[in-house]
């Protein structure tokens, strides 16, 4: 991956708004996380559905928001 900083402003707005509906998917999957493990009592799947999308996805997300956020581009 490439230094945040060193993109320019349009380039870090792009990959930000690509990230931003799955980010937002990732951490919608932690409330589908927690009604799987309060409806069916399964806690391995709280890994699967929960842990892998919000940390490989929305880590990637907010890597880049919070270098939009640190040249307060929004």
């Known amino acids: ?17 690509k990230y931003r509906n799955m980010a937002f998917f ?9 009604a799987v ?3 069916y ?7 699967a559905i929960v842990a892998v999308p919000f940390i490989f996805v929305a ?5 880049y928001y919070n270098e939009v956020q640190r040249r307060n581009l929004q």
């Open 41 to 47: 009592k399964v806690h391995f799947l709280y890994l």
């Open 1 to 17: 991956m490439t230094d945040v900083k060193k993109l320019s402003n349009i380039e870090l707005l792009e990959k930000l708004s």
């Open 59 to 63: 880590r990637v997300f907010y890597k």
């Open 37 to 39: 493990i309060i409806i």
């Open 26 to 34: 990732s951490v919608l999957s932690i409330f589908l996380g927690m």
